[in-house]
């Protein structure tokens, strides 16, 4: 079990951009060195594109939203095309989003069809009074609105059906096989104003119409420009027990604990009850937490004044 944190020190009018794509058995002694070339230049690309937005004077929603589509779109990702499957061979994706600004929120559940569950989860927020949907409510909602629709095999990869095969052949290790991948954002623009947001295909072959942490605001999302933004990723069951996005929030509100305390606390306890995974945080100075309890995350960050940062291993 390993804990791993950055921490940028905190300076004036800073702003930018912490990005994850999942937590889990990611060992460099592992990686065929074409794949790492291909998350390096993916994790790079989505970097680049959230400062971009945030340097032009754009928000921190909007730099959370387009980041994240882009590694929906990724099939490298557990999140839109390269999900997971459910028990059934199918993608069922969750993703939300939430504005430190209002603490006004918005979160999709069980979407089958919707390319880009993120911009769903936007427009939960934006044009309903809801903070959550779920299923065929959702994808109504979604076409209504407009949005891209796809059929569910445009998120499985070749890839996840062969690892679903070997689950199905294996049904007693499920639990060992790579569930790492889902995504996630927290970014503060100039205005200082933090959003974060999260998307994911779930487990490997969840049942039932499981959902886990990442839909869920306060478990997997949480922003307040009053404290910080957190997505986290890992074994959902146990982030939503803790509460943990908001729960680093708390500590930092009611405690008056720094970010990296907080958010490793937090983490600790996710390990203590038998979890794994890891969160991103950056706090209202612009202060960076990345800590894991797992062999490795993929993760990175880009603030104003540096250079974009890419890390994977413990």
């Given at each position: ?73 990724s099939p490298l990702f557990n999140a839109g095309k390269g999900a997971v499957l459910t ?111 999260t998307s994911t295909g779930g487990m490997m072959m ?109």
């Amino acid at each position: 079990m390993f804990l791993m944190t950055v921490m940028l020190n905190g300076q004036d009018n800073k702003f930018g951009i912490v990005i994850h794509g999942g937590a889990g058995k990611i060992v460099k002694g592992n990686m065929n060195p074409e794949r790492e070339v291909e998350y390096t230049a993916k994790l790079n690309e989505v970097l680049e594109a959230g400062y971009r937005i945030l340097s032009g004077g754009g928000s921190s929603l909007d730099a959370v939203q387009a980041v994240i589509k882009i590694m929906e779109n990724s099939p490298l990702f557990n999140a839109g095309k390269g999900a997971v499957l459910t028990e059934k061979g199918v993608a069922e994706l969750d993703a939300s989003i939430m504005d430190g600004k209002t603490l006004a929120a918005g979160a999709v559940a069980g979407i089958k069809h919707v390319k880009s569950p993120i911009t769903l989860a936007r427009l939960v927020m934006e044009k309903s009074p809801h903070i959550m949907m779920i299923g065929d409510g959702a994808e109504e909602f979604a076409k209504q609105n407009d949005l891209e629709m796809v059929e569910n095999e445009y998120f499985i990869t070749k890839e996840r059906w062969e690892s679903y095969q070997k689950a199905i052949k294996r049904e007693e290790e499920k639990k060992k096989i790579e569930k790492h991948g889902t995504v996630g954002a927290v970014a503060l623009d100039k205005n200082g104003n933090i959003a974060a947001g999260t998307s994911t295909g779930g487990m490997m072959m969840k049942k039932f119409g499981r959902v886990g942490d990442a839909p869920i605001i306060g478990a997997g999302t949480y922003a307040n420009n009053n404290t910080c933004g957190v997505s986290a990723t890992g074994s959902g069951e146990y982030f939503i027990r803790i509460g943990v996005a908001k729960d680093i929030s708390a500590m930092m509100e009611y405690k008056g604990m720094k970010l990296l305390d907080a958010s490793e606390a937090v983490i600790k306890k996710v390990g203590e009850l038998g979890g794994y995974g890891g969160v991103i945080c950056m706090d209202k100075d612009g202060n960076i937490s990345m800590p894991f309890n797992t062999e490795g995350m993929y993760r990175g960050y880009y603030m104003s004044g540096g250079k974009p940062v890419v890390l994977m291993y413990e």
